[in-house]
């Protein structure tokens, strides 16, 4: 267990709809970091939040949006789900900023039909 | 921008071979480099880091030099098992801290 929590685990759900993702970062990380894991497009960075404030914002669609509360934990919203958003969706926590390395969660299995 | 090239895979050597997985890094300042591990159905995990020129980062008989002269970071391993098999992933932070950028990833199977 690395301490980063991710649920649900898996999703199926159809094209058109809006799913969240959870993520509890490890206890003490301020740092919650999105990324997308696709077959064709590897890693890909969505998103940081620090202490609750958005920090970095890298290839996330306009349809994708997320958040982090302030007891920390995020939560990544995507709408108007197409059948292209099928992947894996990892979050990561970390201390404050990412030279140190991340934690990464299990991730999300997102599968759209 | 900041960006990470891997060698392509996928990598299948037998137990006990010799691994060499190369990374090759473009940056701005002096960012730190990482290599993760990702066996299947599972996150990534930290497998070694390295913040600065000259260090090599260890673990679990893996080891790295970060390479200023040549960018690189490449992943050696003396004597694979078969349950090192797993995609590995190189990766620098950015300087600005703000994120890690990751390579493509390298798929490695072992065989006994």
């Known amino acids: 267990d690395s301490g980063v929590t991710q649920t649900p685990k898996h999703l199926i759900t159809a094209t058109g709809q809006r799913v969240t993702l959870r993520c509890s970062p490890r206890?003490?990380?301020?740092?919650v970091y999105w990324y997308q894991q696709s077959l064709d497009q590897g890693l890909q960075f969505l998103i940081q939040?620090?202490?609750?404030?958005?920090?970095a914002k890298g290839n996330i669609l306009e349809r994708f949006s997320a958040q982090q509360f302030p007891d920390l934990h995020s939560e990544l919203n995507l709408s108007s789900l197409e059948l292209g958003d099928s992947a894996l969706y990892f979050c990561?926590?970390?201390?404050?900023?990412?030279?140190?390395?991340?934690?990464f969660g299990s991730g999300t299995r997102l599968t759209v039909v | 921008g900041d960006s990470v090239t891997q060698m392509e895979g996928p990598v299948t050597l037998s137990e006990e071979a010799f691994l060499t997985i190369n990374c090759t890094y473009t940056?701005?300042?002096?960012?730190?480099l990482f290599w993760y591990v990702q066996y299947p159905g599972e996150g990534l995990q930290l497998l070694l880091k390295?913040?600065?020129?000259?260090d090599k980062g260890s673990n679990k008989g893996f080891e790295a030099t970060y390479r200023k002269e040549t960018t690189s970071f490449h992943l050696e391993k003396g004597s694979v098992q078969v349950s090192d098999s797993a995609v590995y992933f190189c990766?620098?932070?950015?300087?600005?801290?703000?994120?890690?950028?990751f390579g493509e990833g390298t798929q490695l199977t072992v065989n006994p």
């Open positions: 939040y620090y202490n609750g404030e958005e920090r």
């Open positions: 990766a620098l932070g950015e300087t600005s801290g703000s994120r890690l950028t």
């Open positions: 990561a926590s970390s201390t404050r900023d990412s030279n140190y390395g991340y934690t």
């Open positions: 206890s003490g990380d301020l740092s």
């Open positions: 390295a913040t600065k020129a000259d």
């Open positions: 940056a701005t300042g002096y960012p730190s």
